[in-house]
């Protein structure tokens, strides 16, 4: 079975903090992505990656950035953590073309206080 | 004029109930449909993937693509209180790397 793992599933941060997301898939996918959803708007795409070190933005950059130094894992990063960046962060992988099926991670609550 | 549309609900219906989720999306272009179950604190996960139009059944779910319309639906026939969730649309376009999804429907059903 493809695994996607969040490493993170419930962070309670204070504004200002740096925090990191991670996430590792080990079904060798080409394709990565960062989701925030949130009551009433659904998933939103933040940043997605096709290939190690490559990324594009997604609908919602702002406030974030990425990393992806290894296929296997992505990161998200929030340089400095607002209260309107509370959600639910949820990591995604895909082979190839989005034709085939995205697989998501559980999911990580992040409460900014 | 958002690329697909979904009312997101609440919906709630007795156990047994037919239940019909739907989407509807702007851009002809789209080739590709999905739908995704999203249970409580939980990922979504892939439910029904379907290419053309007309209708793809597997076990008590059903989805139906019309192209003409560009409307996709999800029928849940006998449904079961394990079916509350919350159920995601998704459309993409050949070649693209990344999907369009729908806001989500919040299902809930009553025993």
């Known amino acids: 079975d493809v695994k996607v793992t969040q490493s993170s599933r419930y962070l309670v941060k204070r504004t200002g903090e740096k925090v990191f997301l991670e996430c590792v898939q080990d079904m060798d996918h080409e394709n990565m992505f960062w989701y925030r959803q949130d009551p009433g708007l659904g998933l939103r795409l933040i940043y997605f990656s096709y290939d190690v070190k490559m990324k594009e933005k997604g609908d919602i950059p702002e406030g974030y950035s990425v990393s992806r130094e290894k296929k296997e894992r992505f990161s998200l990063i929030l340089e400095s953590a607002s209260t309107n960046q509370t959600s639910m962060y949820l990591c995604a992988s895909s082979r190839g073309w989005s034709g085939n099926t995205i697989y998501f991670g559980e999911g990580s609550w992040l409460t900014v206080v | 004029q958002k690329e697909v549309e979904q009312d997101p609900g609440p919906l709630s219906v007795p156990e047994g109930a037919i239940v019909s989720l739907n989407c509807t999306y702007s851009?002809?272009?789209?080739?590709?449909f999905m739908w995704y179950r999203q249970y409580s604190r939980k990922g979504p996960e892939l439910l029904m993937y379907t290419y053309s139009s007309g209708n793809k059944e597997d076990g008590r779910f059903t989805a139906q693509v019309d192209k003409s319309s560009k409307y996709i639906s999800l029928f849940i026939r006998d449904s079961q209180p394990s079916d509350s969730a919350t159920y995601l649309c998704?459309?993409?376009?050949?070649?693209?790397?990344?999907?369009?999804f729908g806001q989500g429907t919040r299902l809930t059903i009553n025993p």
């Open positions: 851009n002809s272009a789209f080739q590709y």
């Open positions: 998704a459309i993409t376009i050949q070649g693209a790397q990344k999907l369009v």
